[in-house]
Each structure stands twice: as structure tokens, then as C-alpha cells.
């Protein structure tokens, strides 16, 4: 960061925000300013500095009007109802501002602004995963990915939806402050240390729904609860009380995919758990989890988050050392 001057944080809001997507990275970068060292200043804006409605009903008072924004270093876009066929005049006042930031970021739907000021013609971006394809239908040159949480391409940072822009903003601050400054601000917020930009977007429940159907149901809940049973595919079947066959099918429509996938991803949420609040060696914990070796447990984990094990504690365990500048996701 520059010494001597501010390090002019602007979130861009409109009519019908999603009033997360503009808080949620607010309430990181609001923290980080109070960080010993840091001279972040950030302020909210909007159009003529007009107060807008969030999608929720909340009532939104931006601290400054678009038009009358200086020098901006990182420019958040937040997403919401009105991003997807964004105000002509809003498109042109964030292409205005990008033209002069140094780090420009999107979160959820807001990634639609930035693609109609131009701005990921030809960059890795991502979006919330209910509106990836039609990213990527309306704007053929953007290099769309589904699954990550959020996504640094250059200068021009994209999050996937809602709670997302957290991670985003708290990668951000990684970078500029330094990571235990992150992980302090994480604390305070109650949410994950922050969790690789290459990450699924969805944890296992999330990616998962709860099957309709008790005993596929209860299956579930048997995995969840002690992931490091040799979760075989006859032994899931057996407990379901369906053959094998009628299990594999049943299961995956109720639930999204295969019996073996869903294990796997439990596996994975366990054992990252574990990396990140102990000690114990990478081939205990793959043993403790079910998955037998530290090869097979790489391999998944390699699958499921984008890193391997190690690579993910050296990052993401709490109470780890390690100073700023590191790119999350990369």
C-alpha cells in the first residue's frame, strides 16, 4: 500500500442491491481501516449519491455520489436485482472509476456491471452459480468458471454469490495488510479463516440437499456423522435397505450425485477441518477421515478444493504464521 495517501476503498451500489453483497465487504474493509498501519478509507456510492432500496426493503445512504468520487484504488461493484441489465449511466460511471483503480472487484451479480463496462472482455471471472451461464451466453469473450469462490484475474477480482464477497474482501486485505490482519478481521466476522478463492462454491451441505426419502436421508446422516467408516457402496445400500443398483439411482437423484462423490466431499470437510485447527500429521488425519493414505486423501483434496493438503494448512490454519502479499485462490 502507499504511504502518505489513503487507500481509497469505493463500493458501488444502486437500486435494488442485494444489501449483503455491499455489507458483507463493508464490514471487512471497515474493519481492516482500523487495523494498526493500515490507511484504508473506504466509502459506499451511489448514482448522484441518492439513497437506494436493497432487494431486501433496506434502505441503503451512500456516502458519496458516484460522479463526485476521485481517486479510487479498489473499486467493489456489489450485485443484486438491478445488475443483470445494469443502468447505462451506472455502467459508464464504473467504467470511468476502473479506468483509474488499481484493483477492481465484483461480487455476485455485480459481475454483470463490470462485463457491460467492458472491463472482463477476455478475464477469468466467475459469478454467483445460478447466473454463470447466462454470464457467459451474453458475454461470450469472458472466461467464465463455475465453481470457484472468487476468482483474481490481474487487476479485476470476481466473487461468486452473496457471502462470497467476504472471502473476496478478506483476500484483499491478505494481500495489503498481511494475513494475520485477515485472520483477525475473520474472527470477529464468525466466518471460515478465509477459504481459497479456488474452492467449490458450495460446502457439502450446501452442495448437497437433503434427500426427501428417509432412508437415503438417514444414509446421510450416518456419513456426516463419522465420515471414517469404510463407507462402502454395498454397505450404504444395506443401511438404506435398497439393493445396490436401486441405492446408486435413488441416491443420486435425490441427492445430486453418486453415493461415492458425497463421501468423498465429507471426507474432504472433515479433514480440512482438522488441518486447519491442529497439529495432527497429514497421513493420521487421512486415516482418521476414511480415506486410508495421504495419496488418496491428496488426490481428493485436489478434486474437491484446488490444493493439496498441505498446501492448505500452510495457509489456512489457525494461529498460522506467515505475512502478507499472498494471493488467496492462486
Do not use: K
Not at 18 to 42: C, H, I, M, W
Not at 93 to 115: D, E, M
Not at 257 to 272: F, H, I, L, N, S
Request: net charge positive; with cysteine.
Amino acid at each position: 500500500m502507499e504511504h502518505g495517501t489513503h487507500h481509497e476503498v469505493v463500493i458501488v451500489v444502486f437500486e435494488g442491491v442485494q444489501s449483503l453483497d455491499a455489507t458483507g465487504p463493508l464490514e471487512v474493509f471497515a474493519g481492516a481501516a482500523r487495523a494498526p498501519g493500515s490507511r484504508y478509507r473506504v466509502r459506499t456510492a451511489s448514482l448522484g449519491g441518492a439513497v437506494v432500496t436493497s432487494s431486501s426493503g433496506v434502505g441503503l445512504v451512500p456516502s458519496v455520489a458516484l460522479e463526485r468520487v476521485g481517486r479510487v484504488d479498489t473499486l467493489v461493484v456489489a450485485g443484486g436485482e438491478g445488475a443483470h441489465e445494469p443502468d447505462a449511466e451506472l455502467v459508464a460511471a464504473v467504467r470511468g472509476l476502473a479506468a483509474r483503480a488499481g484493483r477492481v472487484a465484483s461480487v455476485c451479480s455485480g459481475a454483470f456491471v463490470l462485463a457491460h463496462a467492458g472491463l472482463l472482455e477476455g478475464v477469468r471471472a466467475t459469478t454467483h452459480w445460478r447466473h454463470c451461464e447466462r454470464l457467459a451466453r451474453e458475454f461470450p469473450r469472458v472466461r467464465v468458471e463455475r465453481d470457484p469462490v472468487f476468482v483474481r484475474s490481474g487487476r479485476v477480482w470476481t466473487s461468486a454469490g452473496v457471502t462470497s464477497g467476504i472471502d473476496l474482501a478478506l483476500a484483499v486485505v491478505e494481500e495489503d495488510l498481511g494475513r494475520q490482519v485477515a485472520l483477525g478481521l475473520a474472527r470477529n466476522l464468525v466466518v471460515f479463516l478465509v477459504r481459497p478463492g479456488g474452492q467449490a462454491q458450495f460446502s457439502t451441505q450446501l452442495a448437497t440437499q437433503r434427500a426427501e426419502r428417509a432412508e437415503v436421508r438417514q444414509v446421510q446422516h450416518l456419513v456426516d456423522a463419522d465420515p471414517g467408516r469404510g463407507w462402502s457402496l454395498a454397505v450404504l445400500a444395506e443401511r438404506a435397505g435398497l439393493s445396490v443398483r436401486q441405492f446408486s439411482r435413488v441416491f443420486a437423484e435425490q441427492v445430486g450425485c453418486t453415493p461415492g462423490r458425497y463421501v468423498e466431499r465429507v471426507r474432504v470437510e472433515w479433514a480440512r477441518r482438522r488441518l486447519e485447527e491442529g497439529s495432527a500429521p497429514v497421513a493420521a488425519i487421512a486415516r482418521g477421515c476414511g480415506f486410508g493414505t495421504d495419496e488418496a486423501m491428496r488426490r481428493a483434496f485436489v478434486r474437491v478444493l484446488g490444493c493439496a493438503p498441505t498446501q492448505y494448512r500452510e495457509r489456512f490454519r489457525v494461529g498460522a504464521g506467515g505475512g502478507g502479499g499472498g494471493r488467496a485462490g492462486e
